[in-house]
């Protein structure tokens, strides 16, 4: 919830009773304060500064409904203070009414434009409209004018945090804790960022600070619960959890957290009835959602299908709803996709400029849609000591925005490029990889993102001896799967929240793929997840050949290997298991929503050699 400003002092013409509710609220007295406000409004029932700081005292009480029409009196009595309308603008967003806070605190603004208070609560109010990059402007503008502000500066990182952008959070939350190094949530906040862009470690040790600071709080607990489940520390995880509970029973992190531990250590029933206890009403959208993805995945386990099916159904659903994912723009990947598959023609493949080969190995790009077993390649391959994976990076998107500086200059430039201009795109291909590495990679490079198949094209420009591993898996699992996961919202995960939509991406991906295939010299290693799963040993060893590197054992040993690993996939969980077959022909358990949207799978379920 947004502060309220501190009271402005009364005028020296008003000390008493006025200047001594004024010294009471500052203290935190506010029953004592309200009732000298109220002295004050019976001589004088517009005093305008006395009806603006009782409002505020009663926003403070938490009674933002008769806070409300109070402040409302004071700026009909004096609309000039900026004081007035910030209050107003938290009081409404209290009343979650963030459109009618914007139009408050906008007119605050425009009264004193350098209102720090103004600014971070008028961040809350884009936030809570859906519009966070605006958010983040507003939150940093107030930072600017007051580089002390450590609630501002939580709410840029945070911000940030939703969009993606887990480094610029890190370093707001570092800049609040150096000015506040006991701030809990801070601290929390932080490791959340962390645990985002994988650097566990150091997440663990920001939640137990955070605990330390405040053990009270259950959401500290329930964060670091989180944490252990994600590394594979189920009873440490689930005592975490419960730990919260015993805090706040109605933490949403914590019985999810708890849950997913009792899931995996096989305990479903007992994880189902603690889903079915709880109350998630009053919980925002996001959670609610995680908890239904949950609740989907134990049914699911259970063999309940047709409940399972419904709790993901209402998941996803709920996800759409986030302020994030309403401003996606869901014709991006399609759009996208249709003008590479109308500009890949054979002819105008043939009219490429010419480029010598670079020298030296080339990467090796793993691709795919997503849950079609890359993870699980991924983590065979890491354990080969001459291969070294770079897990789901944005290297090749790099490149592609540096190719396209211009609107249509992507895919349109690929055919002119000069051999100076493809050795600047592959620096900076290479500098990226050693940005996320830390150096350059310790062998070859595996690099593993499974929509980089949709600019295939590109990455053949680039490097024309480069290698593909295409990893597929029977077209109605893999759509399945997406639809069963809890994505962050993006502009290709927006697509995962009905089986519908999720069929139509794939096929478009999938179709692209073909397309390729079929106008560029590809050099490619099919795997199949069904062959993987009843064959690791065979499957790697003509997946090793492909590439051109000798077996070596430690690729069977992927489970413990994975285990030392932060993987950022849903398949977190599964790469540190023994290799089992459960996830195969998993959508046939799902076949009446699956009837509709068969014929659009249908081509590459008999492209790829699969069957109905």
Request: net charge neutral.
């Amino acid at each position: 919830m947004p502060m309220p400003p501190p009271p402005a002092k009364a005028s020296p013409a008003r000390r008493d009773p006025l200047t001594e509710a004024v010294r009471l609220h500052q203290r935190g007295r506010l029953a004592k304060a309200a009732a000298l406000y109220k002295e004050v409004l019976r001589r004088r029932p517009d005093h305008a500064d006395a009806l603006h700081l009782l409002g505020l005292v009663v926003h403070q009480q938490g009674d933002h409904a008769r806070a409300e029409p109070l402040i409302r009196r004071a700026l009909a009595a004096d609309s000039r203070p900026a004081a007035f309308h910030n209050s107003l603008g938290a009081v409404l967003l209290a009343l979650k009414r963030p459109a009618d806070a914007h139009a408050a605190l906008e007119a605050a603004l425009e009264r004193n434009p350098v209102y720090a208070e103004a600014l971070n609560n008028l961040g809350i109010a884009l936030v809570d409209l859906g519009r966070p990059s605006e958010a983040v402007a507003s939150f940093r503008r107030a930072v600017d004018v007051r580089p002390t502000y450590v609630e501002a500066l939580i709410n840029l990182g945070r911000t940030a945090a939703s969009l993606g952008r887990n480094a610029a959070a890190v370093g707001r939350f570092e800049e609040a804790l150096a000015l506040r190094p006991d701030h809990a949530k801070a601290r929390r906040y932080l490791g959340d960022a962390l645990g985002s862009l994988g650097r566990r470690g150091e997440a663990e040790a920001a939640y137990r600070q955070a605990i330390a600071d405040d053990g009270r709080d259950a959401e500290n607990h329930a964060a670091l619960a989180s944490l252990l489940e994600r590394t594979n520390r189920l009873d440490e995880g689930l005592e975490r959890a419960e730990a919260a509970l015993t805090r706040d029973a109605a933490n949403l992190r914590a019985v999810a957290a708890a849950a997913r531990c009792e899931r995996r250590l096989g305990r479903c029933d007992a994880a189902l009835r603690r889903l079915d206890a709880f109350d998630a009403h009053g919980a925002g959208d996001d959670a609610r959602s995680h908890l239904l993805f949950e609740k989907g995945a134990l049914l699911d386990r259970l063999g309940d299908y047709d409940r399972a099916y419904d709790a993901y159904a209402e998941a996803n659903a709920l996800a759409l709803e986030n302020p994030v994912a309403r401003q996606i723009d869901r014709d991006l990947y399609p759009a996208r996709i249709q003008r590479l598959r109308e500009r890949f023609t054979p002819e105008w493949v043939a009219g490429w400029r010419a480029d010598p080969d670079p020298d030296g190995p080339q990467p090796c790009f793993l691709v795919g849609f997503p849950r079609s077993g890359t993870t699980l390649l991924d983590q065979c391959l890491d354990a080969h000591p001459r291969l070294q994976t770079m897990e789901e990076k944005d290297c090749v998107d790099v490149v592609r925005h540096k190719l396209d500086a211009k609107p249509g200059d992507y895919p349109d430039a690929l055919a002119g490029l000069s051999g100076e201009r493809l050795a600047d795109l592959r620096a900076t291909y290479d500098r990226e990889v050693a940005r996320h590495l830390g150096g350059a990679p310790a062998g070859v490079l595996v690099d593993k993102m499974p929509l980089n198949a949709i600019d295939a094209g590109l990455i053949h420009r680039l490097f024309p001896r480069a290698p593909f591993i295409l990893a597929l898996r029977h077209p109605c699992d893999v759509v399945l799967s997406a639809f069963m996961q809890a994505f962050q919202p993006n502009a290709a995960m927006i697509h995962f929240a009905s089986l519908e939509s999720t069929a139509r991406f794939y096929a478009a991906v999938m179709d692209l793929w073909l397309h390729y295939r079929a106008v560029l010299p590809l050099d490619v290693v099919t795997v199949r997840y069904e062959d993987l799963t009843q064959d690791l040993a065979g499957e790697m060893r003509r997946l090793l050949t492909g590439i051109g590197l000798p077996w070596d054992d430690a690729v069977l040993g992927y489970a413990e290997h994975a285990a030392g690993r932060a993987i950022a996939t849903p398949s977190y969980h599964q790469v540190v298991q023994p290799i089992y077959r459960r996830s195969v022909d998993r959508w046939w358990n799902y076949r009446r929503p699956f009837e509709p949207i068969l014929p659009i799978l249908s081509p590459y379920i008999e492209a790829f050699g699969y069957e109905t």
